[in-house]
């Protein structure tokens, strides 16, 4: 092993070599594969009885919607693994390390928060925590904000399965954010850093690993911490963190904060996941409270808007109220917008109004379909999360008939309904639209959901 990582860690955390063995023996093990329960849309006793169906045992961990998984032995041929099962695709759970979910679950102080806020999430992609606080906090509004635009795929795909409909999506620059002065009531700060803690998944993390490499990612930390703690409102909360071990991108962080802006704010809390103690993966949390302003350069720039985002005409209203007659489909809860010929829904809150002429959001809304040529055509998000009692159903028999159709196989069925819903376990699954000169049924299961 890198004998600089080895070194460092024996001058600054051990003082005895039999400790620093236990440490060191404990980076080659195995993490235990665990997921989070999305409790905004099924209970976590509901998810667990439908996992025993796949063959896996379930473990309690310190957080009571974060659970070890293991799989049981199974001779069946069909697809179970957890990335593939329904559940999973339909957003019940969030395949995410134990450790992983720990910002969140310290920032909400371990409990479920259904005020209204105005929350950032300064560094979103995958999206891991950026949906867990769209759960601890699903009254609130969430900023989500990604840097580079190549992760943003991947963090609006994740934000869309879990049906996280209080997330807006940004693209900026970490510190082009501070210019928003006390705008946030809470903040998530899981900051860019070294990457240590992901030794588990591969050495090489640790191969090339000095101090100069750390140094140059804790200048980049240091600035998105002062941006957060600038565009943090007086008396909230803000949590750093990092998968990381070293005190250059952790302590250094927090002091050097503190003597650049003196009694701005205070330490709440702190801890470090060790490996061979929590048995979990490396990481290290840190919340503040802000106590007074800071005095923080601001680069001025022309604020924006999303002009791009409409609303429907009364001839597009009238269309899709057509629609939500035939299928009894209940859009009260939400303002409607549209985007070109796409139909937009965002959850009704007075928390946009504080912040939507002030950014330039790539994602705000969930799509729910076009309108084109006066017709309204649903997408998959109507079908897998409203219920539209009046639209027939049809329900998929066994396994191996939701296997195929997961594997975009073609079914064939003598029916008339134009359209009709697809269930299985009482989930609803997809949409069928019928030929009515060849009844053949297209199936039009998301292509970036189906099995291999």
């Known amino acids: 092993m890198n004998e600089k990582f080895i070194n460092y860690f024996k001058d600054n955390f051990f003082d005895n070599n039999e400790d620093l063995k236990v440490f060191l023996q404990s980076l080659h093990k195995h993490i235990k594969k665990s997921i989070r329960v999305n409790t905004n849309k099924i209970s976590v006793s509901e998810l667990l009885k439908r996992l025993k169906k796949y063959w896996y045992e379930t473990i309690t961990t310190f957080n009571d919607k974060v659970f070890y998984v293991e799989r049981w032995e199974n001779y069946s041929n069909i697809e179970k693994r957890l990335g593939f099962s ?28 259904n ?17 867990q606080l769209g759960e601890y906090y699903p009254n609130s509004f969430i900023v989500a904000n990604e840097i580079s635009r190549d992760r943003t795929p991947q963090l609006i795909s994740n934000i869309e399965r879990m049906w996280s409909q209080n997330i807006w999506v940004t693209c900026y620059n970490g510190q082009f954010i ?83 802006y003196p009694e701005s704010f205070r330490v709440v809390f702190q801890k470090r996941f060790w490996p061979h103690i929590d048995e979990t993966g490396w990481f290290f949390v840190c919340k503040i ?70 950014l330039y959001f790539i994602k705000f809304w969930q799509k729910i379909g076009k309108i084109e040529k006066w017709n309204f055509t649903p997408n998959y998000y109507i079908w897998r999360d409203f219920e539209l009692p009046k639209i027939r159903s049809y329900i998929i028999k066994d396994d191996l008939e939701l296997d195929n159709y997961l594997r975009w196989a073609q079914i064939w069925e003598n029916i008339t309904d134009e359209v009709i819903q697809i269930k299985y376990d009482n989930l609803n699954i997809w949409l069928w639209t019928l030929d009515k000169n060849t009844l053949k049924i297209k199936n039009l299961f998301p292509i970036w959901w189906r099995r291999k």
């Open 289 to 358: 409270v802000k106590l007074k302003s800071i005095d923080y350069k601001i680069n001025e720039k022309p604020e924006l808007s999303n002009t791009e985002i409409k609303n429907l005409t009364l001839n597009e209203k009238k269309i899709l109220d057509k629609f939500c007659d035939i299928s009894w489909l209940d859009l009260s809860g939400f303002e409607i917008f549209k985007y070109i010929d796409e139909v937009l829904i965002l959850k009704k809150s007075e928390a946009i109004n504080k912040i939507k002429d002030r």
């Open 178 to 260: 501070g210019r928003m002065t006390e705008t946030f009531d809470k903040i998530l700060l899981d900051a860019p850093c070294s990457w240590e803690g992901i030794v588990f998944k591969s050495e090489d993390t640790l191969k090339y690993w000095n101090i100069k490499n750390v140094t140059k990612i804790w200048s980049l930390q240091q600035k998105l911490f002062e941006a957060g703690l600038n565009s943090l409102k007086i008396w909230w909360e803000m949590l750093y963190s990092t998968c990381t071990m070293n005190k250059i991108e952790n302590e250094w962080i927090i002091e050097n904060a503190l003597k650049k």
């Open 115 to 131: 005020k209204e806020f105005l929350i950032l999430d300064m560094a979103s992609s995958p999206g891991g925590k950026t949906t």
């Open 86 to 113: 329904l559940e999973h695709l339909f957003g019940y759970f969030y395949i995410q390390e134990l450790w992983a979910s720990s910002s969140v679950f310290y920032l909400a102080d371990w409990k479920i928060d």
